[in-house]
């Protein structure tokens, strides 16, 4: 959830926006299809306390343009879940994200989440179904001193108790231009990870 500024250069998205590619078929599926898997993902208490994750950047094509890791500190307030972010990539970057995520209760006891960070444009938005959370925003990466607007296909998928993976497509004008993949391991997880490091690569 989370991401990513400077991963991709300016000469990768003048690449990626120059073909025309439909992006991902995940946007088009019905969280339906998610609801009787398991484990059953409650975004709030997995997030909730420290996690950590590993992540790599990959364009179009499949090539691997960075790699990154994550510390996560999740604190939730009634309905508000704040993650507080802080990335190191392989070139020995830094970087710091805030997220706001609110759950909402509709009228027919149906939820939905929004989510706001500095750098997100309005909210995200999305639900969680089954083991499942999907949901998208538009999020502006600092490329080379420009902002520049992409949108981010964003998706999650509980594993086991402290295990998640997230798989987030990218897109500009509606194009394909990369994809992001994390690992998210937390509480017990993390005890076979004393050698995860943010002070240097």
């Known amino acids: 959830m989370l991401y990513l500024n400077k991963i991709i250069s300016t000469r990768n998205l003048i690449l990626g926006i120059s ?3 439909l992006f991902t078929g995940c ?16 975004l709030f208490s997995f997030f909730k306390g420290e996690t950590i994750a590993y992540g790599i950047f990959e364009d179009r094509f499949g090539n691997l343009k960075r790699q990154f890791r994550v510390k996560i500190n999740g604190e ?6 704040t993650l507080d972010e802080d990335f190191l990539y392989d070139d020995g970057e830094k970087a ?3 997220w706001k995520i609110t759950e909402i209760i509709d009228k027919n006891n149906n939820i939905t989440f929004e989510g706001e960070a500095s750098d997100v444009e309005g909210k995200a938005s999305g639900s ?12 502006y990466l600092n490329i080379k001193g420009s902002n520049i607007k992409v949108h981010f296909n964003d998706w999650i998928y509980k594993q086991s108790e402290d295990l998640a993976i997230n ?9 394909n231009i990369g994809s992001v993949t994390l690992v998210f391991l937390r509480g017990d997880a993390i005890k076979n990870h ?3 490091d943010l002070s240097k690569w």
């Open 19 to 21: 073909f025309l590619f």
């Open 27 to 42: 946007s088009q599926t019905n969280m339906k299809e998610f609801e009787n898997n398991q484990p059953k993902l409650n």
């Open 76 to 81: 939730v307030q009634g309905k508000t879940l």
């Open 96 to 98: 710091k994200r805030i």
């Open 128 to 139: 969680v179904s089954g083991n499942t959370l999907n949901w998208s925003y538009d999020i």
């Open 167 to 175: 798989r987030a497509y990218v897109s500009k004008f509606g194009l």
């Open 194 to 196: 004393s050698s995860f």
